[in-house]
């Protein structure tokens, strides 16, 4: 893994580096997921666990779906002839992912905020960012800087800004076992390093994660 920049990415051995069959791959690790199950004390035999490890296969398949992708989403970006010059914000993104440091679900909302200079971006896009980013095991810190790093790599604003507020089920349902407590993170560029700025976006976000009215 390279963490060298704030766009770094988790990569993989894909399917080109790998000559085997799709399904002899799965098969080696449903057979590694029942090795481990077993050796947990598990009882294989169980009928409600037939069947589980290749289950398993197919759910992190889906859930790190954003490794299969060697590049991040194309920003399609459009002329700004009105060189509209103030903020642009979307925000509670849902997502979900997954934690690299334990394999449990971490998720919650994205808000994102740029400030435009040429380009315009379409809207949807970062919701396609922030899908890319979390679909891979993942860190809460290195997501909210990878989303705010393409968006300053790809559109040049004059100012970005991304806040992620998340659960982790690492921290509620082991450890120090605090349901419902909120993490939050963010990564601020150019304009919004002024505090009237960055004061402005939060004042759009909503109520904490789970503590709404």
């Known amino acids: 893994m390279s963490d060298t920049g704030p766009a770094a990415v988790l990569t993989f051995r894909g399917a080109e580096d790998d000559a085997r069959p799709d399904e002899a791959r799965a098969a080696q690790a449903a057979a590694h997921f029942r090795a481990a199950f077993e050796s947990l004390g598990l009882d294989m035999d169980d009928p409600n666990l037939e069947g589980t490890e290749r289950r398993l296969v197919r759910s992190y398949r889906e859930l790190f779906a954003g ?44 808000h994102v905020a740029y400030i435009p200079k040429d380009r315009l971006v379409g809207l949807s896009k970062f919701a396609r960012v922030v899908d ?15 989303v705010v790093g393409l968006l300053e790599e790809r559109l040049r604003p004059a100012g970005a ?8 089920f ?12 909120i993490t939050t993170t963010s990564a601020v560029r150019g304009a919004f390093e ?20």
Request: contains cysteine.
């Open 67 to 110: 490794l299969h992708a060697r590049r991040p989403p194309e920003l399609r970006t459009f002329p700004n002839p009105e060189r509209y010059g103030q903020m642009v914000a979307v925000t509670d993104i849902p997502f979900h992912s997954v934690c690299a440091h334990h394999l449990l679900p971490f998720f919650g909302r994205v």
């Open 132 to 146: 890319f980013y979390a679909r891979r095991p993942q860190i809460q810190e290195r997501l909210t800087m990878q």
């Open 161 to 168: 800004m991304v806040v992620v507020q998340a659960r982790h």
């Open 170 to 181: 690492c921290m509620e349902m082991r450890g120090v076992a605090k349901a419902g407590a």
């Open 194 to 213: 002024e505090e009237r700025t960055r004061q402005e976006f939060l004042g759009l976000l909503r109520a904490p994660l789970g503590r709404e009215a």
